[in-house]
């Protein structure tokens, strides 16, 4: 290769990892890396489990209690992707299979399922449901002393899906017991990735 084409590829190389690149998918300056994250809840009931604050009770068969949670992650650096890591509780008697079965669906404000779970860890020795194999503790909701399981979640939402500096994520639970079955939500820990960090 003559000099004069040895240049010319330096010069097409770097187009393509500089100047073209940075058009296509702008990287994110420092500054917008350390941006911290806003998250703001539709609405935000509070629900206090030993020392831990948490976010619930949910549970949509019940009047008394929100249906589902919108939560809007705001600030988020062009081009980089979101992941939310949090614990998700699951109070009383959620069922995995039969008529009773139940689901808790985490999806993008335009219903895109980022997380659907069928199988729940709450299970019981007895048929009475009054020996809980597994269960974190138990919790008292209104007149009735319930167990309840941690399942902890990561969700990552990648920047292809993301418009604007703000993402809506919806968290329904599709309950059958009124009084038996609820959930709740850590306040989720929310960093930025480029993909390449796991
Ligand atoms: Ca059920």
């Given amino acids: 290769m003559n000099r004069r084409r040895i240049i010319g590829a ?19 300056r420092p500054a917008e890396m350390n941006r911290r994250p806003k998250l703001i809840w539709s ?3 509070e629900f206090q489990l030993g020392n831990r ?3 619930g009770l949910f549970n949509d068969r019940n009047p008394r209690y929100p249906d ?16 939310l890591a949090f614990d998700l509780f699951l ?9 009773l079965r139940d689901r ?27 020996k809980p194999i597994g269960n974190a503790g138990k919790v008292q909701v209104r ?3 319930l167990d309840y399981w941690v399942v902890p979640q990561t ?3 990648p920047s292809a899906w993301i418009q604007g500096n703000t993402v809506t994520l919806k968290m329904r639970g599709y309950l059958t017991g009124r009084g038996t079955e609820f959930w709740a939500v850590s306040e989720p820990k929310v960093v930025w990735t480029d993909g390449q960090i796991k």
Avoid: H
Avoid at 10 to 28: A, E, I, K, N, T
């Fill in 143 to 145: 007149n009735r002393i």
């Fill in 68 to 83: 589902d949670a919108s939560l809007a992650v705001q600030g988020v650096p062009s081009g980089l992707d979101v992941s």
């Fill in 91 to 99: 109070i009383g008697t959620w069922d995995s299979t039969g008529e």
């Fill in 43 to 45: 609405s935000k009931p």
């Fill in 104 to 130: 808790w669906v985490l999806s993008l404000a335009d219903g895109t399922v980022l997380v659907e779970l069928q199988r729940f860890p709450n299970e019981y020795r007895d048929q009475e449901e009054k």
């Fill in 155 to 157: 969700v990552t939402i």
């Fill in 53 to 55: 604050t948490l976010i």
């Fill in 10 to 28: 330096m010069l097409v190389w770097m187009f393509v990892s500089g100047g073209c690149s940075s058009v296509l998918s702008p990287r994110p």
